[in-house]
């Protein structure tokens, strides 16, 4: 039987085995992530022509960084760190939700538009570069084929 097939692969998958680097793939998306707030934060900023300081940056950035760190603690995250669902979908959901927490305790601001634009946009990029690592890692994913003994192949003639 090839190896992770049925239900091995659901074993496998969760147990944390689904990839070879687990270590390293989960620490791969947690920086993925927090990349992806600093390119949201900087794009922000530029678009409200705010100076693209490092204390601008992380004045802003800290409650999502904050929010990134606990999404991927709250759905332990390195146990399929590309899944899209839920992984994916949770980190975002936490990520969001507690930069907004964060930001209202803070009074930085949480007007409706800004919440449905970071909702947006966060969203469609750490699910896209999740989608787009799934793709290309498929490979790694997939069922190896087993070569055939020579016993077997001449039975079967």
Same mark, same amino acid.
């Given at each position: 039987?090839?190896?992770? *097939? ?8 969760l147990s ?8 390293f793939r989960s620490?791969?998306?947690l920086?993925g ?6 390119l949201?934060v900087g ?8 100076? /693209? *300081?490092?204390?601008?940056?992380l /004045?802003?950035g800290?409650?999502?960084? !904050?929010? !990134?760190l606990l999404g991927?603690l709250?759905i332990?995250?390195?146990r ?5 669902w ?8 936490i *990520?969001?939700? *507690?930069?907004?927490?964060l930001? +209202? #305790?803070?009074?930085?601001? +949480? ?7 970071t909702?947006? !946009?966060?969203?469609v /990029?750490? #699910?896209?570069?999740r989608a787009?690592? /799934?793709?290309?890692t498929?490979?790694e994913?997939?069922?190896?084929? +087993?070569?055939?003994?020579p016993?077997?192949s001449?039975?079967?003639?």
């Amino acid at each position: 039987m090839a190896p992770f *097939t049925g239900l091995d692969r659901a074993r496998a998958a969760l147990s944390g085995r689904q990839y070879p680097d687990a270590m390293f793939r989960s620490l791969g998306a947690l920086v993925g992530d927090l990349l992806i707030v600093l390119l949201f934060v900087g794009i922000g900023m530029i678009q409200h022509g705010t100076p /693209l *300081t490092s204390q601008n940056v992380l /004045l802003v950035g800290w409650p999502f960084a !904050v929010g !990134v760190l606990l999404g991927h603690l709250a759905i332990r995250a390195w146990r399929a760190p590309f899944r899209l669902w839920p992984h994916g979908v949770f980190v975002w959901a936490i *990520t969001l939700a *507690t930069a907004m927490a964060l930001r +209202t #305790l803070f009074s930085a601001g +949480t007007e409706v538009s800004f919440v449905i634009v970071t909702a947006v !946009v966060t969203g469609v /990029l750490m #699910l896209g570069w999740r989608a787009l690592a /799934l793709y290309l890692t498929r490979a790694e994913r997939a069922p190896r084929a +087993t070569s055939k003994a020579p016993a077997e192949s001449d039975a079967a003639r």
